[in-house]
Nanobody
Framework: VQLQVFGGGLVHAGVYLRLSCAASVSIFSFNVMGWYRQAPGKQRELVANIPSGGRSYYVDSVKGRFTISRDNAKNTVFLQMNSVKPEDTAVYYC??????????WGQGTQVTVSS
């Protein structure tokens, strides 16, 4: 599975940004899709994920600001990032967790939030 990431860039604090992750195949059966991020000098952290059924997960630092969604018809998962903060600056990675336990990753996209 190939995952192509769109979005990212340099923005000012307080604005919104949307990341997209388009899969090369149908995502209907994908167990979980989501986003990790890695800031300079920090470990990669799970930002949000969305299972094929059930509730989405958000790391505490983005709750109320970020929204993850998946469009099965478009084979795409989105991360809507509202009210971004400088601490959201990181490289963001899309991933899919398959039912059989394997994981695929998209290329990272840099998000830089200036204060």
């Amino acid at each position: 599975v190939q995952l192509q990431v769109f979005g990212g860039g340099l923005v000012h604090a307080g604005v919104y940004l949307r990341l997209s992750c388009a899969a090369s195949v149908s995502i209907f059966s994908f167990n979980v899709m989501g986003w990790y991020r890695q800031a300079p000098g920090k470990q990669r952290e799970l930002v949000a994920n969305i299972p094929s059924g059930g509730r989405s997960y958000y790391v505490d630092s983005v709750k109320g600001r970020f929204t993850i969604s998946r469009d099965n018809a478009k084979n795409t998962v989105f991360l809507q990032m509202n009210s971004v903060k400088p601490e959201d600056t990181a490289v963001y990675y899309c991933y899919v967790l398959h039912n059989w336990g394997g994981t695929d990753w998209g290329q990272g996209t840099q998000v830089t939030v200036s204060s």
